[in-house]
DNA sequence: CCTAGATCGTAAGTATACTGTCAATCAATA
DNA sequence: TATTGATTGACAGTATACTTACGATCTAGG
């Protein structure tokens, strides 16, 4: 068999790449969410933290950069800014005092409750423009693609890893 | 038809949002596309500028951003690095003094030439756990899915409109 | 009990991504 | 032609993403 002939340099060749799609396709998400969202001063990043945190109150912040698969460094500023908004609280472990454990604040609680709405429309929107049936091939297949690649990520989830020493599900 | 009951708060909802997933990907591809690159010291971002600018030599900065759908501001220290490496030169355009003109470098066209057949095994690797016809069908979603939403992003593609001017087609 | 290795948070450094703003320049028009 | 308006590239500021490193702390082994 003769081997493949080499590809050509085209910036077509990049329109059609798995990764610039993927790129793309986030660009456009965080796009359509801050535009939903706008009236709530969040990021996609800082909600899914304030998520996290609320259901699973006391977590820290290494745990918590598993939960939602960010990078742990990242997540320090992330959590300094959703402090400083007032939204959560750190609080040393009485056992453990390299651990500062975070919980929502009342304001947290509250921003989170309004905001759900309108992070929904942003995530409707996103797939709009799909056929319903191909909005759910499309969720399908990321799904299993995300699941099936989670260990080539520099930062993959460890969902169940991190909750153990919680001793709460979900 | 009684309203749709507030979505309950949970990690899981997270797990399943496009947003989310389309984040997670791409975190994914850009772990895999330099791990298979380590070799070259060029990013993502990087690669597509330095085709873009092999297919369209002589290209400035703000028709680059809107041909490859990079912002901007961004795209300046881009090319700023591209510089520092030689793979790029930057002519000042003797009709408008405003513009700088882009061309690949000997060095810039030598290492595109040998990053291809890494970027093309990076980008096989992204759809590796998918099944050939559930890759084809992702794709295919996607390139839809992405273009449909181009107005949504904030930096739209523009490739026709940016190459307008340069007489030449892709 | 005491040291070796692991873990936690933090910080510095690089790269992308976006928001503004600004001066220089060009183009179109009054 | 002289002013207006648009465009280009540059810069400042914020936020994410990742790397490496480092001190403080905890845990296990000897």
New interface residues.
Partial sequence: MPSKP??P??????Y??????????????????MEECKAFDLT?VQY?AL??I???PGIDATRLSA???FDRSTLGSVIERLQAKDYIDRRPAPEDKRIKLLYLTRPGAAI??EI??A??R??A???E??KPA?RK???G??????D???E????P?R?EDALEHLGKA?
Avoid at 152 to 155: C, G, M
């Fill in positions: 080499a590809a340099i085209t910036i077509d060749a990049v059609a790449a798995p990764g610039y799609l993927f790129r793309r396709m986030q660009q456009i998400a965080v796009s359509i969410f996609p899914a998520i996290a609320h259901a699973h939960v939602i698969a989170l409750r759900v709405p992070v929904e942003a995530q929107r996103m797939l423009p799909l191909d091939a499309l969720m297949l990321l799904v299993q693609l995300v099936l690649n989670n080539a990520s520099r930062v989830l969902a979900g």
